[in-house]
């Protein structure tokens, strides 16, 4: 059995011969695989079969037949636009927006970063280290709604050396966040495993069982703000992660009962009486600051980044509170 989809073909790919769009755009596995489909009559552009050497020209509407196993490949390159902080032939550094998942899911099957990625470097330009074509060029994630600095590689070579550096704990990755509370020490560490949540499927947990795996965050408090009428205070801290577990920093903040601001699922140390969230519709979390050696020449590399305008903004208005 197959199946029908629909491309809409953008300004950038306007003058693009058929095969190569199919398999840079991930409509198809690879170029070679699209030609093939092109000349078997199972692309249609207006309506009408064309041949693999078709000029593509922008608003034309690409419809593709795929077969049945290849349905939920999520392989599509969309065109959502990307802040590449730094690029070679070997590695990507970005710096990801709110709302973009990093790979599809059941609840997202599109609009990812993967999706991004295939659009911007072809499915064939992204390593695959994970073993799975819905994680072309990932190595690492990012929450859907934190931002910053991330890493992708484009050889699979250079995505094996990240992921191994990650593991090994020599990429230094630094996060901002804004937590709940004043914190009275300066510096702190949170050493505590993390596993899925007993009962809730969406969270994660501290626990003590043979699924939970070690995690380890430490934290350097950059700034306190008084309590106010609707609040006990806030802290903002700089958090250095040595272990890379889903959600672990709102994890951590939550288990130490200073969770962090804005967040929709990590709330249960946050004191009853407080309800000021500061306006955000997201957790205060911001990849900031990323040091790697090149996993392949070597080179020490440093990257910063600015906080968001939505973040900027919540400390901006705590700013007469300083302590």
């Keep these: 059995m197959s199946a029908s989809r629909c491309y809409v073909a953008t300004a950038e790919d306007d003058g693009m011969r058929l095969d190569v769009l199919l398999g840079e755009r991930g409509l198809y596995a690879s170029r070679s695989a699209g030609a093939k489909a092109a000349e078997a009559g199972r692309v249609l552009v207006g309506g009408e079969p064309v041949g693999k050497k078709h000029?593509?020209?922008?608003?034309?509407?690409?419809?593709?037949?795929?077969?049945?196993?290849?349905?939920?490949?999520?392989?599509?390159?969309?065109?959502?636009?990307?802040?590449?902080?730094?690029?070679?032939?070997?590695?990507?550094?970005?710096?990801?927006?709110?709302g973009l998942v990093c790979h599809p899911?059941?609840?997202?099957?599109?609009?990812?970063?993967?999706?991004?990625?295939?659009?911007?470097?072809?499915?064939?330009g992204l390593c695959n280290v994970q073993g799975e074509?819905?994680?072309?060029?990932?190595?690492?994630?990012?929450?859907?709604?934190?931002?910053?600095?991330?890493m992708a590689a484009k050889t699979d070579v250079a995505g094996e050396a990240l992921m191994a550096a990650i593991q090994d704990h020599v990429i230094d990755r630094r996060y901002l966040a804004l937590v709940h509370g004043v914190i009275s020490i300066d510096r702190g560490m949170v050493?505590?495993?993390i596993a899925r949540h007993a009962t809730e499927r969406t969270r994660m947990a501290i626990r003590d069982c043979e699924s939970a795996r070690?995690?380890?965050?430490?934290?350097?408090?950059?700034?306190?703000?008084?309590?106010?009428?609707?609040?006990?205070?806030?802290?903002?801290?700089?958090?250095?992660?040595?272990?890379?577990r889903t959600h672990q920093i709102r994890v951590h903040m939550e288990y130490a009962k200073h969770p962090l601001v804005g967040d929709p699922l990590y709330t249960a140390s946050r004191p009853k009486a407080e309800t000021s969230n500061l306006g955000?519709?997201?957790?205060?979390?911001?990849?900031?600051?990323?040091?790697?050696?090149?996993?392949?020449?070597?080179?020490?590399?440093?990257?910063?980044?600015?906080?968001?305008?939505?973040?900027?903004?919540?400390?901006?208005?705590?700013s007469d509170r300083e302590m």
């Design 55 to 98: 000029t593509v020209r922008a608003g034309q509407a690409i419809v593709y037949e795929i077969d049945e196993e290849e349905v939920d490949t999520p392989l599509r390159g969309e065109p959502i636009p990307l802040d590449v902080r730094y690029e070679d032939e070997h590695i990507i550094v970005l710096s990801k927006q709110a």
């Design 214 to 244: 070690e995690a380890i965050t430490t934290f350097e408090v950059l700034r306190r703000f008084e309590p106010g009428p609707r609040d006990n205070g806030y802290s903002l801290i700089d958090c250095k992660l040595f272990t890379g």
């Design 280 to 318: 955000l519709k997201r957790q205060f979390l911001h990849s900031i600051k990323l040091r790697l050696d090149h996993p392949i020449t070597g080179e020490h590399m440093e990257f910063e980044d600015n906080l968001p305008a939505d973040l900027q903004g919540v400390l901006d208005s705590l």
């Design 105 to 124: 899911s059941d609840d997202h099957r599109d609009g990812t970063l993967v999706n991004a990625l295939i659009y911007r470097y072809g499915a064939n």
């Design 133 to 150: 074509r819905d994680r072309l060029g990932i190595v690492h994630r990012l929450d859907m709604d934190t931002t910053g600095l991330m």
């Design 191 to 193: 050493d505590a495993p």
